[in-house]
């Protein structure tokens, strides 16, 4: 499950990634999400980061017996965060330009970043944990998190070079996941699947 809409999604500024809230938006989308799921799953898995956590919140009450563990399945933050104290998605959208045509995927922006790499070893870290699961697992996460995740399954890269960093740049941009939107993941025993919603 992708969060619910959060203070930034909604054009607001911040500062620190792991502190955004959720908006009232984002906490309906959350309400929703918890009263989507009849079943309990086997483990309940939620990001670090404080948007995550609040679209989990309303699941967890709902099955207050299910297991929970947070995992580093947090956001992609390639941006400083002291560069960008108190600015907006637009005021930062030419920053972001600016990272995906550079297309080095070893780049890291400094303290508080990961390089793309990174966040591709990240991603390929947790298939292997939920490779050791039995039965469901529900993990509450972000958005180009869960599309890496995607990208790894459906299109299998070789290699993390500036080809796939610009493929995998086209990829999330074609296929978004929208806040509250979850996305399916299956593991048969030798190999994962994803259906992918366009």
């Not at 969060?3 to 959350?30: C, F, M, V, W, Y």
């Not at 780049?107 to 039995?134: I, M």
């Not at 080809?163 to 993941?185: H, K, L, T």
Request: charged share 20%.
């Amino acid at each position: 499950m992708r969060h619910g809409e959060s203070a930034a999604n909604a054009g607001g500024a911040s500062s620190d990634p792991a502190l955004i809230a959720l908006t009232e938006r984002g906490k309906a989308q959350a309400q929703a999400i918890a009263q989507s799921f009849e079943a309990a799953p086997e483990l309940i898995v939620m990001s670090p980061f404080i948007r995550a956590q609040d679209t989990a919140a309303p699941t967890l009450r709902k099955f207050p017996g299910v297991p929970v563990e947070v995992w580093p399945v947090e956001e992609f933050t390639y941006l400083s965060p002291a560069n960008c104290m108190k600015t907006t998605a637009a005021q930062r959208r030419p920053w972001v330009e600016a990272y995906w045509r550079a297309s080095e995927p070893d780049h890291s922006n400094g303290p508080g970043t990961e390089s793309f790499r990174g966040l591709v070893l990240r991603a390929q870290t947790t298939l292997r944990q939920l490779q050791g699961k039995t039965g469901s697992v529900l993990v509450f996460g972000h958005g180009q998190f869960m599309q890496v995740v995607r990208w790894l399954i459906l299109l299998a890269p070789q290699r993390i070079d500036a080809a796939a960093m610009d493929a995998f740049r086209e990829f999330d941009q074609a296929n978004p996941i929208v806040n509250g939107e979850s996305v399916c993941f299956t593991f048969d025993g030798q190999r994962w699947s994803s259906a992918l919603h366009l």
